[in-house]
């Protein structure tokens, strides 16, 4: 396949910090407000992969198909001029780039193979040229996948196949389980073999360098409920024995929550995992922590740190890892040593933004990484660790150089009680001090979860679209949010609708205060467990003229009977529906509708399976009833995020125009229209 060089790719500058105060420089030359229409065209790039020889970068840009209505995946390769090209050009989908160990080939995913009912499966790409090429037919879509140290098998994580049949079969409910094992096939042959089996679901899985052993976590069932009962094993890679059983796995660890990302360090001797360790095995940042391959106590690195840590890397000497960690506001890289009974972690990347996956060489000197920033969507970085100097690789998105935005700065404040409380404030494009402006507050899910300064551009939050407007969008991190250390996650149990509500009022009131928010004019909004604080606060105040919520659970006792997951609600309201009654029903949104004064649009997807649509059917049929302004739009055969571009566009047009109706005034620019 001849290679496709990136439209209008200029030559990347050698400085990551003169990069964007080029990209600051363009906003200052904006032509026009950002639109729900920009919001979907965002071609955003993600899983950025390092070959092996630090040469090139492979990673994935997801764009959207406007005639098949969907978003479809590419790879996408910075090669060693530092130019952008486009490998693969499907209409199905094509992910999860790896580099073979002698950064020959790049094997990934695909679904565009004949056989469209088993899914995904793997594909070998020669990098410098030519067409992909199947390497697996196996009969069940692959999840995830890894080469051997050698480069001769890959193993693979998927379902144990089953006979197709017209009609779907019955499910016997807790007994009728397909379990997720490991496979390896043969890079030369093509011929699968399975590693695993038995009734344990395997979840994620890493070689040792040597090859002669695999580590690999694994549940009780593929239940979402069970997922407590996650452990690390340790797995011979012979095929010689194959399958092995459950039975025949090393046991590494026993209780504690759910370990994910297994991986051995690269002299053998330590197998690393992260879990939480802070109390509570349900909430509270992930930990990296280590454990003797051989099995023993487990030691929790940098227990007094705060940052929550999605991902992390050895580096070859087997004394550091690499990791990537959400702190605040902000996301960056970090480096510590594995030795120190308590290490300190040291930051590396001091960006303007968030850092969000990242992939190295073995010594760590090279890294490639997804970073973005209020001003800037996703693109591809490039760090040497020799000069901590960041490259910036892509650019992706050069129509954003034509939009005016809207400063974001972090807000800080103090609730009620006096706890201090951190969030984004989205300032209206064209912001005069001393103005009011109306003021739509974004509530984000989890509700361990929190705001960063990303580009934050999504079908769910858009708030670029309402400064563009002449609106100010505030986007707290109430006490529950993640990013601010374990006793601030945890801080929210049997304490929700109290601790959390009372750190957005008191965020609204603090913009009152600063004489930059009209308190008459004041709006709502967010999804999931944004949807049910959104639901909450209304049936609590009329203070805001208007709300416009989705996916939000509104009776906590019947959501605990349908939901893929139980945990989360069983530790905020302290315990089952029969054992906690009184709170389940004080913390339902339910019971308090009949107070509702304000106008409130409700989204949900039919297929939500977290947070299932008799909820908002609840809440509907409740505001109907009770005589409240009320309309509920259902997203076909969408779960509890929406995947279709129509429906995404759909739900922003809906959203604005709700707000935008009852909150306009003469500050108010109309830039979104409502069809």
């Not at 990551?16 to 420089?25: D, E, G, M, T, Y």
């Not at 492979?58 to 406007?66: E, G, H, I, L, P």
């Not at 399958?243 to 001797?269: C, H, L, M, V």
């Amino acid at each position: 396949m001849k290679r496709t060089k990136q439209k209008n790719m200029r030559r990347i500058l050698p400085v990551f910090f003169v990069q964007l105060l080029l990209v600051v420089a363009a906003y200052a030359q904006a032509k026009r407000p950002m639109t729900p229409e920009d919001v979907v065209s965002l071609n955003r790039a993600s899983d950025a992969q390092m070959s092996p020889d630090a040469r090139r970068v492979a990673f994935v840009v997801s764009s959207w198909d406007r005639e098949n209505d969907r978003f479809n995946s590419d790879i996408w390769m910075v090669d060693e001029l530092r130019q952008a090209i486009r490998l693969t050009s499907h209409p199905k989908r094509d992910d999860s780039p790896r580099w073979s160990p002698d950064a020959r080939r790049l094997a990934f995913l695909s679904e565009r193979g004949s056989d469209a009912e088993a899914g995904a499966q793997i594909f070998l790409l020669n990098p410098m040229g030519g067409e992909p090429v199947q390497l697996t037919s196996h009969k069940a879509p692959i999840q995830s996948f890894e080469w051997s140290p050698d480069g001769r098998l890959i193993a693979f994580i998927a379902e144990e196949a089953r006979e197709r049949s017209r009609t779907k079969p019955p499910v016997v409910v807790d007994e009728d389980h397909r379990f997720a094992q490991l496979w390896v096939v043969d890079v030369a042959s093509g011929e699968i073999k399975p590693l695993t089996k038995g009734s344990r679901h395997v979840t994620a899985f890493n070689w040792s360098f040597d090859g002669s052993r695999i580590v690999l976590t694994a549940r009780s069932t593929p239940k979402l409920t069970d997922n407590g009962t996650t452990e690390v094993f340790v797995t011979p890679a012979s095929l010689q024995n194959a399958p092995y059983s459950f039975a025949q796995w090393k046991q590494i660890t026993k209780g504690g929550g759910a370990e994910n990302q297994p991986r051995f360090s690269p002299d053998g001797r330590l197998i690393s995992y992260l879990a939480r360790s802070d109390g509570d095995a349900n909430v509270g940042p992930e930990r990296i922590h280590v454990v003797a391959a051989t099995g023993g106590e487990s030691r929790a690195l940098a227990q007094t740190f705060d940052g929550y840590i999605s991902s992390y890397r050895w580096v070859f000497d087997s004394q550091r890892v690499i990791f990537l960690a959400a702190m605040g506001v902000s996301a960056n890289l970090y480096t510590m040593r594995v030795d120190d009974p308590n290490p300190a972690p040291t930051l590396m990347t001091r960006n303007e933004g968030v850092t969000t996956g990242f992939s190295m060489t073995v010594d760590g000197m090279n890294i490639a990484y997804v970073h973005e920033s209020p001003r800037m969507p996703t693109e591809v970085a490039l760090l040497n660790a020799r000069n901590m100097i960041p490259i910036l690789l892509t650019r992706l998105n050069p129509q954003v150089e034509s939009l005016t935005l809207g400063l974001v700065e972090p807000v800080k404040w103090k609730s009620y009680d006096g706890t201090e409380v951190e969030g984004l404030l989205v300032y209206p494009v064209g912001y005069q001090t001393g103005a009011r402006y109306p003021l739509l507050t974004y509530i984000h899910g989890g509700p361990e979860g929190a705001y960063t300064k990303g580009f934050n551009a999504s079908w769910s939050a858009f708030p670029q679209v309402y400064a563009c407007a002449g609106y100010a969008v505030f986007m707290p991190n109430f006490r529950g949010s993640s990013n601010y250390g374990a006793k601030f996650a945890q801080s929210n149990a049997k304490l929700v609708g109290k601790v959390d509500y009372e750190d957005i009022l008191s965020g609204v009131d603090h913009l009152i205060k600063l004489g930059l928010a009209d308190e008459n004019r004041l709006a709502i909004a967010g999804w999931s467990y944004g949807g049910y604080m959104s639901a909450w606060i209304i049936g609590h105040t009329d203070r805001f003229k208007c709300a416009a919520y989705g996916a939000g659970l509104s009776n906590a006792v019947s959501y605990w009977g349908t939901a893929d997951i139980v945990e989360q609600r069983e530790r905020l309201h302290g315990g089952t529906p029969w054992e906690a009654r009184k709170i389940f029903d004080e913390q339902s949104p339910l019971n308090y509708l009949n107070n509702v004064k304000t106008p409130a649009l409700i989204f949900h997807g039919e297929k939500d399976e977290r947070v299932p649509l008799s909820q908002s059917l609840e809440t509907y049929r409740t505001l109907k009833r009770m005589g409240a302004t009320a309309q509920l739009v259902i997203y076909p055969d969408q779960g509890h995020g929406l995947l279709t571009p129509s429906y995404q566009l759909d739900k922003m047009r809906r959203e604005f125009a709700w707000i935008e109706k009852y909150l306009a005034g003469n500050n108010v620019r109309r830039a979104v229209s409502s069809r």
